[in-house]
């Protein structure tokens, strides 16, 4: 399947309370050949939803190969499509080369599975866009907390399993310095406040520790091996259980 674009657009409103105003309740996910992405989150609003974030930027030729080949994937395997009334839904227009469009629809409850490969968990991957629906809809607590959990018995190079999920999650804080005590930025001293730290807090101490691998090399896994960083992910792991 030779794809040109995608767009998948996943609405989050399903049987139940009304959503509040201010709560996004669609996304639209467009993705061209080159990389190209453009996304667009809307609240509820009240009669009508409102745009509540919109952001356009670029992902690698690997990336966008890669994520086009697993839809292509998934067409050509014909896997059956989940469908329900009671949940929200996507609906996933694929255009080729030739111009040719074909649209899919099915429930926002996951199971989008292609070659063992999770469709949702590999575009939160490769975008990075915070709390992207894509076929599962939003990343609640106990999501984030199994994403989490895989951080503790990690796989491969720690520094780049940490930044994937961070970044899928919506935990990689690029602003982390604002929640820092010490200037310059101490990370022992910072570390010291795991304790009575809040979820964001955590969040910007693991960041604060990848940021200091990308200045001097191998310092994040040395933390590792000296246990500084899985107490920072259980405690992220327990305020989130404790949220619910």
């Known amino acids: ?17 009304e959503p509040l105003p201010d709560e996004e309740i669609e996304q639209r996910l467009t993705i061209n050949d080159k990389g190209r992405v453009w996304f667009s989150g809307y609240n509820y609003g ?38 329900a009334t009671d949940i ?17 629809s099915g429930a926002l409850c996951g199971g989008m599975i292609v070659r063992f490969v999770n469709l949702t968990r590999e575009f939160r991957r490769k975008i990075p866009i915070e709390n992207l629906f894509v076929f599962d809809g939003p990343l609640d607590n106990w999501a984030k907390i199994e994403r989490l959990q895989e951080l503790l018995v990690p796989q491969y190079t720690l520094d780049d399993l940490y930044i994937e999920v961070l970044e899928e999650i919506g935990a990689l804080d690029r602003h982390y310095w604002e929640h820092m005590t010490t200037e310059p ?12 730290a809040n979820y964001e807090l ?22 590792f091996e000296k246990g500084q960083v899985t107490p ?8 989130l259980e404790a949220e619910g």
């Open 232 to 239: 920072i992910v259980e405690r992220m792991i327990e305020l």
């Open 88 to 104: 929200g839904d996507w609906k996933l227009t694929i255009t080729e080369q030739d111009g040719t469009t074909t649209q899919y």
């Open 46 to 83: 009240r009669d009508v939803y409102s745009v509540a974030r919109r952001k356009q930027l670029t992902i690698s030729e690997y990336d966008v190969d890669r994520l086009f080949h697993l839809i292509g994937l998934w067409v050509e395997e014909r896997q059956i499509i989940i469908d």
């Open 202 to 223: 955590c969040a910007a101490l693991l960041t604060m520790l990848l940021r200091e691998d990308h200045f001097c090399n191998g310092a994040f896994g040395n933390r």
């Open 1 to 17: 399947m030779n794809i040109k674009k995608i767009s998948l657009i996943s609405n989050n409103l399903c049987y139940g309370p």
């Open 185 to 196: 930025i101490n990370p022992d001293e910072e570390l010291k406040r795991l304790p009575d």
